[in-house]
């Protein structure tokens, strides 16, 4: 039995946290590591594990593993966004899980103990649980407990703030509830109020097989017409040379943040998890004066749930099309290398694992002085800092070396001084290194983007 240790009452195998604040609901996280790897998480269908054991088998072998440790901290920050307080921890390892409780019947009741010692409102598990695992939990424990995917789907129903979003969250959820509707206790009791239980617009979901059916009927048609939306603008966009450019990454990995720094746009960039869920395009003027398109899409992480990556395809296909796929990863986080491998796996799901990629570490202002400045950037991977701003102009440098859509062409140009708007369209689109006036003829040599340079090849020089 191990417990990872911060201040407070401590118990046999668990932490309890003394906290009382107002606000929020009480929160008791519970971790489970296996002796076994490669074992197929409760609650997931044989297909859906398959599909991920297959993505896995692609990886080299040292792709590396959060450890039940780290795997907790992180459960920690879901909960927070989720809202809760949390107030207490325990963290067991078993050779194989319990059928019916996942952790026995023993462990069980120590966690009952423990939770009712710091009056928690809820369990969290960090892991997936079946629909029995959760009732005899329930019952044994006597409060509403949550497994990993319904904590993070209530996270996104919190933050989906287009009506897009939140069909897919309803979609993802809909699809959740859909096995677990018969017997449930404790927590369809309190249905419409507390982690686990929200939905888009905090309607309470109708547990009637048959309404649930129809209703994901109609948020499925309601998504096609979304997604038909989105193909018609995608093709407008692709009708001209402009390409698109997709930020994955990591949760929390400062995404948003260097968003805005690209864009000068005002994403909302908060260091809680999953903060960006809608996605967000905007324009970006590279150096050789080429126009691209950004696209900030929602954070991965480890075991997203298959019904999330399900319900959200219409938003990461402007992954799955993007020109060239921007990777940014926390360089300050001691497990940024798992959390890469995390993205990998995400990124192999969609089929997108084969796109040009640029990795950006991001928030090198978080190290210290002798690591930052042992940092070297390649032909593969920008060290930046999003808050400060340094490493900027080389991240677009290196976005504007690799993307191939319409690149640019040196030419030395001769047009005369009365074609006004051919002139305009030069200094606009192009990066002009020289210019001289003789004889009514402006002389120029400059990198022109090839949309424009056929547009003015009757006035090169040869």
């Known amino acids: 039995m191990h417990s990872s240790s911060l201040t407070g009452k401590k118990t046999a195998g668990s ?7 107002p606000g929020g609901e009480r929160a008791f996280l519970v971790g489970v590591e296996y002796s076994t790897r490669r074992r197929r998480s409760p609650g997931v269908p044989a297909g859906v594990q398959a599909a991920r054991d297959q993505v896995t088998a692609t990886l080299p072998p040292s792709a590396p593993e959060f450890s039940a440790e780290e795997s907790l901290d992180e459960l920690r920050s879901l909960a927070a966004s989720a809202g809760a307080i949390v107030v207490g921890e325990f963290l067991q390892h078993r050779d194989r899980p319990d059928p019916a409780t996942l952790i026995g019947s023993g462990k069980l009741e120590e966690i009952a103990g ?34 990993r995917t319904q904590l993070i789907l209530d996270i996104f129903a919190k933050h989906a703030r287009t009506r897009e979003g939140q069909l897919q969250v309803e979609l993802a959820q809909l699809d959740y509830m859909l096995p677990r509707l018969a017997g449930r206790g404790i927590e369809m009791s309190q249905l419409g109020g507390g982690i686990g239980t929200r939905g888009p617009g905090e309607t309470q979901i109708e547990t009637d097989k048959r309404k649930i059916y129809r209703r994901i009927r109609q948020v499925k048609k309601q998504l096609e017409d979304v997604r038909r939306i989105r193909a018609q ?6 009708s001209v040379p402009v390409a698109t450019i997709a930020l994955v990454g990591y949760t929390n990995a400062g995404k948003s943040t260097l968003f805005n720094k690209l864009t000068q746009a005002n994403v909302l960039a908060s260091p809680r998890m999953f903060a960006t869920l809608d996605p967000t395009i ?48 926390d360089a ?10 995390q993205v990998d796996r995400v990124l192999k799901e969609l089929e997108a694992d084969n796109k040009p990629r640029l990795r950006v570490m991001n928030k090198t202002d978080l190290l210290e002085t002798r690591q930052r400045e042992a940092l070297r950037d390649d032909a593969e991977t920008v060290h930046v800092s999003a808050t400060k701003g340094t490493g900027i102009g080389t991240l677009l440098e290196r976005i504007d070396q690799m993307l191939e859509e319409d ?56």
């Open 114 to 147: 423990a939770a009712a010692s710091v009056d928690a409102d809820l369990i969290l598990f960090d892991h997936d649980l079946t629909a029995s695992q959760q009732r005899n939990i329930e019952r044994e424990i006597k409060r509403r407990v949550i497994d």
């Open 282 to 329: 905007r324009a970006v003027e590279l150096p050789s004066r080429r126009m691209v398109l950004l696209s900030d899409t929602v954070g991965f992480i480890r075991n997203l749930p298959h019904t999330l990556v399900s319900a959200f395809r219409a938003t990461l296909e402007e992954v799955q099309r993007a020109a060239l796929v921007v990777q940014v990863s």
């Open 15 to 21: 932490r309890t946290v003394e906290v009382r604040q």
């Open 233 to 238: 603008q995608r093709q407008r966009r692709e």
């Open 332 to 341: 300050s986080s001691p497990i940024s290398v798992e959390q890469d491998a």
């Open 407 to 462: 690149r640019p062409v040196r030419m030395t140009l001769r047009v005369p001084q009365k074609e006004g708007k051919a002139l305009a369209l030069l200094a606009a689109k192009s990066r002009v290194f020289s210019r001289a006036y003789k004889e009514g003829l402006v002389e120029m040599e400059a990198d022109v983007p090839a949309s424009v340079a056929r547009r003015v090849k009757q006035w090169k020089v040869e």
